[in-house]
């Protein structure tokens, strides 16, 4: 379980008041107007046999995966209102993919910058978490990609500083997740800084998303970088607070992440989200959470290049 310190719990109160009040899309294009409906039953999904029939046999018997997500990390993942139900795309998915397996899947709250040392450790199954696909990481895990993102920044309402792209971060206070997507890209974005003679970004690595956004609305951060999803999702919660300025800097593959040597499970969940897309509840989860221009066809290992 991930910890949260006390001197957290501000942030973490604050993060999850702007959660409940106003479930918001991440997509900017979208027409739906209104937020998701977080209680929106997902609908069962029938045993697929030839797709349980590649789950290992520790799991089959166990009758459970146990998943590790940073579970503050709207829509994809983030708590209920009694701090322990976890809604959101991925736990939707989570629990559609373990229904077509025949096992439950258990969302374990964890750091981010502890998933895949927890995976490689088989404390965990896999994590569901929006992790990024990234070559580096696919020398510890394997990935089965099941959505599409780009990486932006998070400023106040207004933006007084005028941060309209990657070279404005330069020397400019960032708050990241530690280890997440939006703090490995700060430090590409301290290179090109670097190299153009500026100053490096100040990053400022953070437990958790939450807190990443707190330090911005507290003045302690002047941008908060992260995928566009969850940004996205902040803005259309609080559009008086924050805006996103930027565009994403590319696309990326967002994959599951599994044990280099769990490979049953790795083609497992790939054969089960293929089933998911074929019956339309892959479509269905995307309308649901407003993330229909994520979509990514099929279920590919490791596409992140």
């Known amino acids: ?52 029939g590649l789950l290992p046999a520790a799991i089959k018997q166990a009758g459970v995966v146990k998943v590790a997500s940073g579970v503050s990390f709207p829509p994809m993942e983030y708590f209920d209102t009694d701090n322990k139900t976890v809604l959101g ?6 629990k559609a993919l373990g229904e077509v397996l025949g096992v439950k899947f258990d969302f374990q709250n964890t750091n981010f910058d502890g998933i895949i040392g927890g995976l490689t450790a088989h404390r965990y199954d896999l994590g569901l978490t929006s992790m990024i696909d990234k070559p580096e990481r696919q020398t510890q895990v394997d990935f089965v990609d099941y959505l599409n993102s780009g990486v932006s920044f998070l400023v106040v309402k207004g933006n007084p500083d005028g941060l309209t792209q990657q070279s404005d971060l330069c020397g400019r206070k960032v708050a990241v997740e530690k280890a997440s997507t939006g703090d490995l890209v700060a430090d590409d974005i301290s290179k090109d800084c670097q190299a153009a003679g500026k100053k490096p970004v100040d990053k400022s690595p953070l437990p958790d998303q939450a ?88 279920a590919p290992i490791n596409s992140g290049k």
């Open 1 to 52: 379980m991930k910890t949260i310190r006390t001197t957290l719990a501000a942030a973490t109160a604050v993060a999850a008041s702007l959660l409940i009040t106003a479930c918001a899309a991440p997509d900017e294009g979208s027409t739906g107007g209104g937020a998701p409906d977080a209680s929106t039953s997902v609908k069962a999904q029938g045993l697929d046999a030839h797709a349980a």
């Open 89 to 94: 795309f991925d736990a939707d998915l989570g």
């Open 211 to 298: 807190s990443a956004i707190q330090a911005l609305q507290s003045g302690r951060a002047d941008a908060v970088l992260a995928l566009d999803l969850t940004l996205a999702y902040n803005v259309k919660q609080n559009p008086d607070s924050f805006e996103v300025p930027a565009k994403p800097f590319g696309t990326l593959p967002v994959g599951i992440a599994v044990p280099k040597d769990s490979t049953g499970l790795r083609d497992a969940v790939a054969a089960a989200l293929k089933v998911l897309q074929d019956n339309g509840t892959y479509s269905d989860l995307l309308a649901k959470w407003n993330l229909t221009d994520q979509a990514l066809t099929g």
